[in-house]
């Protein structure tokens, strides 16, 4: 054993010695090939890095997936068209945390009409489509009228999502119920179950359809508004994403709505701007929905009509013409 | 056996003599495609304007479409009721009925199927029921369950033929040329063996005990399209079975006239005679007066309590704007035919057709009153529209539309009960103790 031991010795003694010249010398070339090419590799990117311009304007961005990322302004560049898949999707989702939630001052409303012109501009709709519509009501009669603005109540149990067939109407993470009208099939069973007849529907080719033929559909604003679906208000999910109030409530000039988030407890005037928390509101002026009893539960909170800063009067509206 | 013989043959020519294309058939039918080529344009005339050429709008926003569309479900479940609901009880009787309501069922159920499409404002974007379904949906079950009973009652219609099919194959010498091979396809090569009757009266059973379920459904849940909602004169537990029970009396109604029109236009005195329309005339009695118990349940209860909305609804009805049409359809349709139906004399054919005509349009337009009114009357009042949107009339257009579905049932019927013999002759040769058919 010990001899063939021996004998090998020698052999092996020799063969590390050439291999480890070969090792080195392929090393070396080795190493020659990594460093031109980290050289060239550096090299262009200095060529690149020089080309490259900075404006230094530093561009907050929100991504698709709700991220803020700062881009510089130069690195913007125009999108090809996305069609409906990116309002779709975001469109129903919703904002994240946030529990949107609305209040009208029945007291202070004397139907001056301001928040339907602003959100019939808003969502191309003609004089007789109302998202919001003011009505004059009067409980029973020894009680006194008073005007009641009526919008959707984005009811937390809502029924008109119940009964779509196709998932074309639908609640959202943040309370809002919208209507995707690239889905919907016009079968109107959602407006049948809606109690506070809430919705519309595009009978004939909505107004102005012709010059928003090329406009991309945006679910939170709903327009292009299309013919043979279902329409209704939407809490102007468009513009809280942009944090800014509904359509209605900046509009209104006597302050009658309050918006805000039922999660921050908080909601703003859209008249006067001023934030009042929201549970202290709903208690100290006996807050109220509209038939709670139906089990809806709704987003939507009224105060009473009491110590009213005016006296009804009787709408004398111009009725729409006939469609 | 030479008396068999005669007889058979006699049966045989009877029931089949009128399988030929004859002027008066040819005219009928000219009738009938004009007619629907007219109602077809005023539907292209929606499909390219919108769903606003008819009178529905923003509060009422069901109307005649709808109405329309209850209306033939309802006709469509007589099928149930005289094939498996009197047959699976053993009423021998029947036997020259049951193929007219199980036509009168597969024509109003594929018929039902396409008159909700014209109440569709995307009817394009039908196919989103399949592809997009949401199970919590009652049109989903509707959709499921009209498709179910529509191919249960098909294959009823069918299966009881596949001896006729043979007969007429191989039995008829006076048949058009062309339709002989037709009828030896459907005849799947029946040859009145033992084995082969077992086979099919074995499927027929498993069929009329699918068929009540089935049935059942239909028209409860497509009352469900309504009852689902809060709505005053919609909100009803019992809206089920007081569609049901209407559906039979619309249906029998419906096979009423049918049995007449048949027997007079092919000749069928001897097949369906007085005592089939006498015993019809106690069925439609009888199916009125369960209606009329629904009835009374549905507008006593709330009547008597006169919550709000309700008290609304029913004023309308009982003694506002609609009232005059309620009370006709109300008394005309339901309480004076029961009345009348009480006395033999009215159950005579003619007389007890006429009863049927009158129930058949009150049906109708019973529809019209549990569809339209409820929706005139919302929780919460209709202000600032234009007067067309408060109350509804419909158009023109609107009604062209909602004639269209009559017609193709109408085409329909016409077609099977032409090609085919109206009164199953297998079964009628085998009650009149004809045993067995030799086929050569």
């Known amino acids: 054993m010990e001899e063939n031991n021996s004998s090998h010795s020698p052999h092996e003694s020799e063969d590390p010695k050439g291999s480890s010249r070969r090792n080195f010398l392929r090393n070396i070339g080795l190493a020659g090939v990594g460093v031109a090419t980290g050289a060239a590799a550096l090299y262009s990117g200095h060529i690149f890095e020089a080309k490259k311009e900075v404006s230094g304007d530093q561009k907050v961005l929100l991504t698709q997936d709700g991220k803020l990322v700062q881009v510089d302004s130069l690195e ?112 109107r069973f959602c407006m049948a179950a809606c109690p506070y007849s809430a919705r519309i529907f595009n009978w004939i080719e909505p107004k102005d359809a012709a010059n928003r033929m090329d406009q991309d559909y945006n679910v939170e604003l709903n327009v292009p508004q299309k013919v043979g679906t279902v329409s209704k208000c939407l809490f102007s999910a468009d513009r809280l994403r942009e944090g800014k109030l509904p359509y209605c409530v900046e509009a209104c000039p006597n302050g009658v709505y ?66 | 056996m030479d008396d068999n013989k005669l007889t058979f043959d006699k049966i045989t020519s009877d029931l089949t003599h009128h399988i030929r294309i004859n002027k008066s058939f040819l005219i009928w039918m000219g009738f009938l495609t004009v007619s629907l080529l007219v ?55 029947l036997t020259p009925i049951t193929r007219i309501a199980e036509t009168i069922a597969v024509a109003f159920a594929a018929v039902a199927g396409l ?124 809206f089920g079975p007081y569609f049901v029970s209407g559906a039979f009396v619309a249906g029998s109604a419906a096979v009423i006239i049918a049995m007449f029109f048949f027997r007079k236009n092919y000749k069928l005195q001897d097949y369906l005679t007085d005592v089939h329309f006498n015993n019809m005339g106690k069925v439609l009695a009888t199916v009125s007066l369960v209606y009329l118990y629904f009835n009374i349940n549905e507008f006593l209860v709330p009547g008597y309590k006169l919550k709000r909305a309700d008290a609304i609804h029913l004023q309308e009805l009982f003694a506002g704007k609609d009232a005059l049409l309620f009370w006709a359809v109300q008394i005309g349709g339901l309480l004076l035919p029961i009345l009348f139906m009480l006395f033999r004399r009215f159950r005579k054919p003619l007389p007890i057709m006429l009863i049927s005509v009158a129930v058949l349009i ?65 079964e009628t040769a085998r009650e009149k103790g004809i045993d067995h058919i030799k086929f050569d």
């Open chain 2, 115 to 238: 008159v909700i499409i014209s109440d569709m404002g995307r009817p394009e974007r039908l196919a989103y029921v399949f592809l997009y379904g949401r199970p919590q949906s009652p049109i989903l079950w509707d959709v499921t369950v009209i498709t179910t009973y529509f191919v249960l009652s098909l294959l009823l219609l069918f299966l009881p033929m596949i001896a006729d099919m043979a007969i007429i194959h191989r039995k008829v010498s006076t048949l058009p040329s062309w339709l002989k091979p037709v009828y030896k396809v459907l005849s799947l090569n029946f040859t009145d063996q033992p084995e082969q009757n077992k086979i099919i009266n074995r499927a027929i059973r498993i069929l009329l005990i699918l068929l009540i379920p089935a049935a059942l459904s239909i028209h409860t849940v497509t009352s469900w399209l309504f009852a689902v909602t809060s709505r005053a004169g919609w909100d009803s537990t019992v």
């Open chain 2, 39 to 93: 109602c077809l344009y005023a539907y292209s005339l929606q499909l390219n304007t919108g769903l606003g050429v008819a009178g529905i709008r923003d509060y009422v926003t069901w109307g005649l479409y709808l109405a329309n569309f209850v209306f033939f479900v309802a006709a469509s479940l007589i099928g149930m009721l005289i094939s498996a609901v009197l047959g699976l009880i053993g009423m021998k009787w």
């Open chain 1, 76 to 187: 913007i560049k125009a999108m090809e068209k996305t069609g409906v898949a990116l309002h779709e999707a975001e469109g129903r989702e919703g904002i994240p945390g946030r529990r949107w939630v609305m209040v009208t001052d029945l007291s202070k409303c004397r139907n001056a009409r301001k928040c339907i012109s602003a959100c019939q501009d808003a969502h191309q709709l003609r004089p007789e489509q109302y998202h919001m519509n003011t009505l004059q009501m009067q409980d029973s009669p020894a009680t006194a009228p008073f005007n009641i603005p009526k919008n959707c109540q984005h009811c937390d149990n809502p029924p008109c999502v119940a009964v779509c067939p196709v998932d074309a109407t639908y609640k959202r993470q943040d309370g809002i119920v919208l209507i995707d009208n690239v889905r919907c099939i016009g079968c």
């Open chain 2, 362 to 426: 009150a049906a109708w337009f019973k529809r019209y009153l549990i569809v339209i009114p409820t929706q005139e009357h919302p929780f919460l009042p209709i202000q600032h529209v234009p007067q067309n949107f408060v109350h509804y009339s419909p158009t023109l257009i609107e009604i062209l539309i909602s004639i269209a579905p009559f017609i193709l049932v109408l085409i329909i019927i016409t077609l099977i009960s032409k090609f085919f013999p109206v009164i199953p002759l297998h």
């Open chain 1, 258 to 323: 309050y918006f805000g988030d039922e999660n921050e407890d908080a909601v703003t005037n859209g008249t006067t701007k001023e934030t009042v928390r929201l549970s202290k509101l709903l208690r100290d002026n006996a807050g109220y929905q509209l038939m709670p009893e139906l089990g809806t539960k709704p987003r939507v909170y009224y105060l009473p009509p009491k110590n009213r800063l005016f006296p009804f009067e009787e709408a004398t509206d111009a009725t729409p013409e006939k469609v």
